[in-house]
């Protein structure tokens, strides 16, 4: 079967670096939101004279976010019509609530369930300093927002979003990325994503 799997959850906990350990064990198509939109949207910002690190304004939640999701899921559709398993890292809190959204996808490539082994990693952090240890190392200046207002932010770090797409239960895996990501962690990730 074919392999369409989410790895979720909020700033810093380590999802994209997560999904990369997994895909050297098994080959996908790479679709980090960050990376598909980033560039557009930022141009699109700065063009409006807007902050071109902006992810939290109502501006950006209303014209722009969605554009970046949605363009990320008609990359997936083409992929999986292909026949290319598919990662997809984002958080998908909006998407992940909407229970249309993956029927959607897969009738938009052409499979059905029985094709598509559709699974969801919510990557979470039981370490809030290593989140923010995360968050700061990495650099960026979209996170600005999220430093500054850490004391609201960080209620956030162990978040486990809402799934109500009609999966299995057991097709939805809990990753607690605390510590070192370790040759036995990333293991453990294959056999579930292979089962």
């Not at 902006?54 to 970046?68: G, I, M, V």
Request: with cysteine; aromatic share 10%; net charge negative.
């Amino acid at each position: 079967m074919q392999k369409l799997v989410f790895f979720v959850g909020v700033a810093g906990t380590g999802k994209t670096t997560v999904a990369e350990r997994v895909s050297a064990h098994i080959p996908c198509a790479f679709l980090d939101r960050d990376t598909v939109g980033g560039r557009f949207v930022e141009r699109f910002l700065e063009v409006n004279d807007l902050d071109p690190n902006d992810r939290d304004s109502q501006f950006y939640k209303e014209n722009l976010r969605d554009l970046e999701y949605d363009t990320t899921k008609d990359i997936c559709i083409e992929n999986l019509r292909v026949g290319q398993n598919v990662f997809m890292i984002s958080p998908f809190t909006a998407e992940l609530k909407n229970k249309d959204w993956i029927e959607e996808v897969l009738a938009a490539s052409g499979k059905t369930k029985e094709e598509i082994d559709v699974k969801v990693v919510v990557v979470t952090l039981q370490d809030i300093d290593q989140q923010r240890d995360r968050i700061e190392e990495r650099g960026t200046v979209r996170d600005t927002w999220k430093l500054e207002n850490w004391e609201s932010y960080e209620t956030r770090v162990d978040f486990v979003p809402t799934i109500n797409w009609d999966i299995p239960q057991e097709n939805i895996e809990i990753f607690d990325n605390s510590g070192d990501l370790t040759t036995t962690k990333v293991e453990k990730l294959v056999s579930f994503l292979n089962n």
